[in-house]
């Protein structure tokens, strides 16, 4: 897929996405309906991770790189399973070759029981991706300070999670989510955590840029299905942002013009 210029594009490090949608590639019952989640859902990129290339064998490595290179949708390359910033830093490198592509999604695990960003060392390993002519999109926690660090050492976009991954539970800390979407002018992709189109929806509303999925579409009952529902959503939570909402108000406010209408209707406002 070639990325495209339109009136309202995704710009990652200068390149243009007429998606707002990434899409992960694990967990899916088949390869057939990975394919077709993806042709449903039209995503601007597709993560795969370089374990899972070496995990199944050659032949079953082959075979996923050769459906990958089919759907004709721009990989991200990421660091699944990292747990130290010279493994994650390693990995890149080995996956840059592998996909030939200098974008890498990277994940620097902290806490094996909620797979926590370990944000004490995330920068530094961001930090020396970047030198080496990376362009990385960090997986990381809502945290303001983490995320303006990230920037401050050349990340271009930054990718906090919702919720911890795969739970599903949605945007637990919207106040923190809502501050980081003000401070913060880089593009915004919410990443993990994510179970309904409505969660996407929502977060696309606070004005991030984007959404990154995997569990909540390759678990589901039906996941071409949930594919195109997120797609859908995606799409209207960033109308919704475009449009403008109305402000809240505190108590109920007539939809109808009272102007014309009987006087007795009056007696009662």
């Not at 243009?16 to 042709?39: D, H, I, M, N, W």
């Not at 010279?86 to 990277?106: C, D, G, S, Y």
């Not at 919702?162 to 915004?188: C, D, F, K, S």
């Amino acid at each position: 897929m070639t990325p495209s210029n339109s009136d309202d594009t995704l710009v990652l490090y200068g390149q243009s996405f007429t998606s707002r949608l990434l899409l992960g590639t694990a967990r899916y019952p088949s390869p057939s309906v990975l394919e077709a989640a993806v042709q449903r859902a039209r995503p601007a990129m597709l993560t795969a991770s370089l374990r899972r290339q070496g995990s199944h064998g050659a032949e079953a490595g082959t075979s996923f790189w050769e459906l990958l290179r089919r759907m004709n949708v721009p990989i991200l390359p990421n660091t699944a399973g990292c747990h130290s910033v010279q493994e994650a830093i390693t990995t890149a490198h080995m996956a840059r070759e592998v996909f030939n592509t200098p974008w890498i999604k990277l994940e620097l695990i902290g806490d094996d029981y909620t797979l926590q960003p370990d944000t004490l060392n995330l920068v530094e390993a961001a930090a020396q991706l970047i030198k080496d002519g990376f362009q990385v999109l960090p997986y990381c926690t809502e945290d303001l300070v983490l995320c303006q660090r990230l920037v401050d050492v050349g990340c271009q976009a930054v990718m906090p999670w919702a919720a911890p991954i795969g739970t599903g539970r949605g945007p637990v800390n919207p106040y923190a989510l809502q501050l980081l979407r003000e401070r913060l002018e880089v593009p915004l992709l919410v990443d993990a955590g994510l179970g309904l189109p409505s969660h996407a929806c929502q977060v696309m509303e606070w004005g991030y840029d984007g959404v990154l999925l995997n569990t909540a579409v390759a678990l589901a009952q039906d996941p071409v299905t949930m594919a195109g529902a997120f797609a859908d959503a995606v799409r209207a939570g960033r109308s919704a942002r475009k449009a403008g909402a109305m402000a809240a108000q505190d108590t109920a406010q007539a939809s109808t013009p009272v102007l014309g209408t009987p006087f007795w209707h009056h007696a009662h406002e």
